[in-house]
């Protein structure tokens, strides 16, 4: 099973500086890496897939980069809405696909 | 606009069986275009996807909770259903349901918001 590690595990960002967030896989995933966004008491939202796809309706603040094992979400200009928790996965190939712990972006 | 919603018994006790809904709006669950998947998070841990349905009734479960799960539908509802038997604290876990595209190499497009679960007497 890929073990996903994201760091940091906490974030703090003024609104309108921007992010990055890493996501670091125990072996070669190729591109199969995904990122989504998560509020409390929502649905996930997915961000990224195949690494730097942004999904429909994603804003263009929000990009993707890497590959193998080494992958970073950028979020340029935080906006107020983009306070959250993001979490990476892997889909390289069969199940179990495997999750990050997650990075929780908070304002400072 | 496709939407997923989860309920089911927000506490359950220990040995018993957590059984869980999906409600799917907006999409058909018995097209062949995608998997239908449950993923859990217990407190303060990731997220564990613990398995999927498909179309034809193909299942797939994770390794670790094959001998206790279940996923079904019922097409007439345009519903998934999950069941785990046994249970135990350590499944105490916001449980969500999914859409995936790909029964091999899949990320997960839509979610439900999630329902929590706690196993306690």
């Known amino acids: 099973e890929i073990v996903m590690t994201q760091s940091p595990a906490t974030l703090s960002v003024s609104p309108g500086e921007g992010a990055t967030l890493s996501c670091r896989a125990s072996e070669s995933v190729g591109s199969k890496l995904a990122w989504y966004q998560h509020k409390p008491g929502q649905a996930p939202r997915l961000l990224i897939y195949?690494?730097?796809t942004r999904a429909t309706g994603i804003p263009a603040r929000f990009s993707g980069s890497g590959s193998g094992t080494e992958f970073t979400l950028t979020i340029n200009s935080l906006q107020s809405e983009d306070f959250a928790v993001y979490f990476c996965q892997e889909y390289k190939n069969w199940p179990p696909w495997t999750f990050g712990q997650g990075t929780k972006v908070e304002i400072k | 606009q496709v939407q997923l919603q989860e309920s089911g018994p927000g506490l359950v006790k220990p040995s018993q069986t957590l059984s869980l809904t999906c409600n799917v709006s907006g999409n058909s669950i018995t097209t062949d275009d995608y998997y239908w998947s449950w993923l859990r998070q217990p407190p303060g841990k990731g997220l564990e996807w613990i398995g999927y349905?498909?179309?034809?009734?193909?299942?797939y479960y994770a390794p670790s909770l094959k001998s206790r799960v279940s996923i079904s539908f019922d097409a007439s509802k345009n519903q998934v259903s999950l069941r785990l038997t046994f249970v135990t604290a350590a499944d105490t876990a916001v449980y969500f349901c999914?859409?995936?595209?790909?029964?091999?190499?899949?990320?997960?497009?839509?979610w439900g918001q999630g329902t929590l679960v706690t196993v306690s007497s």
């Open positions: 999914a859409r995936n595209t790909d029964g091999y190499s899949s990320y997960f497009d839509h």
């Open positions: 195949g690494a730097s």
């Open positions: 349905i498909y179309y034809t009734g193909t299942t």
